[in-house]
């Protein structure tokens, strides 16, 4: 073999050698979706879940920064609507205190001394001695309660009660038939309502009555009582023929702190009504109570001027005065029911408040009122202060005004 022929093989030789180790030395790439992952593979459940969170993500856990969560779920996940809270549960009001209903009674008792020592204790006296109860006794029930200006109307509806439950012998002693005298006193009393019906703004209340029945009174204590409540008060002096009764409003307004519309001396009533009426509206008033003329100050009767305030408050408010009340003086008696009379046919009075209960011994006007003129007693009044004019409870009135004392000594 010669020379060249033998460089040429060196050669070929040198170049296969020299692609055989290139072709060693690189490895074939695989497939990025087959390229093995040299992190450990945590078990996947059967069940499709959330993406686990990467392994950099747990490294800024550890080191206390928060992970970043991916922007959307690997699988569909229902969204939980919060159950929102049952609302509280509306608080009962709290039972009014039996000891409260007593110590209410027990002031009526107070206050009704005079009442209970006068035709009370008469009638209690019908009973001592007797062995029976025959029909004569109703005969002297009758003067007492006559006496008692109960009335001879309501006093003959007592009687006819009292004979029809006698002669089926349900009265066969004394404590039965007190027991019915009460029951049917309670029955007349029963419908009476207590307190005022104030749904609107400006509610207006038209205070009425005779002079001397303490009208002007009644007013202030009214108006005090309802701004203890919270109500924002006016107070109107239509009584301007009367100057005592102008300056004695003036006082209580400042006593209460509400102000009191008044007019000049011997001005026109009605047109001190129709101010405060706008007023009250524009100041936002709650109640306006307004103190009336008592006797006949000029050539026109009392009943004309009152029916002219009547129509005045109708066309200042849009509508009727929201409360009448006619005040009644029960040491008047007879007087009284007479009195209740007249006014009924120029007003519409809506409630009584009668006042002085604790100075009469008779007392039985609050029956005679209620049974023949229909009205209910809202207010009675037992005494000077402000809280002795209290909201009429025919119950415990009852229960005051009849109590006997008499009972156990007799039957001893």
Known sequence: ?????????????????????????????????????????????????????????????ERGVAPRMPSEPSVDVEPITPTPPPPPKAREPEPKPARVAADEVATLKRGL???????????????????????????????????????????????????ERMSRRELTDEERVWAAIREEAGHILGGSRAGLSLDRRPSVILVVGVNGVGKTTTTGKLASRLSAQGKKVMLVAADTFRAAAVLQLEVWGKRIGCPVVRGKENADPSSVVFEAVKRAESEGVDLLLVDTAGRLHTKAPLMEELKKIGRTVEKALGRPADEILLVLDSTNGQNALQQATMFREVLAVSGIVLTKLDGTAKGGIVLGIVDEHKLPIRFVGIGERVEDLREFDSAGFIEALFERTDLAPSAA
């Open 1 to 61: 073999m010669d020379s060249s022929t033998l460089t040429i093989a060196i050669v070929i030789i040198v170049a296969l050698a020299i692609v055989l180790l290139v072709a060693l030395r690189k490895k074939p790439e695989l497939p990025r979706d087959r390229a093995p992952s040299l992190r450990p593979r945590p078990d996947v459940p059967k069940e499709p879940g959330p993406r686990a969170l990467p392994l950099e993500s747990e490294r800024r856990t």
């Open 113 to 163: 001394a005079s009442t209970r020592g006068g035709f009370v204790a008469r009638l209690s006296q019908l009973f001592r001695g007797r062995k029976e109860i025959d029909p004569a006794l109703l005969d002297d029930i009758e003067e007492v309660l006559i006496t008692a200006d109960i009335g001879p109307k309501t006093t003959e509806r007592i009687l006819e009660r009292l004979r």
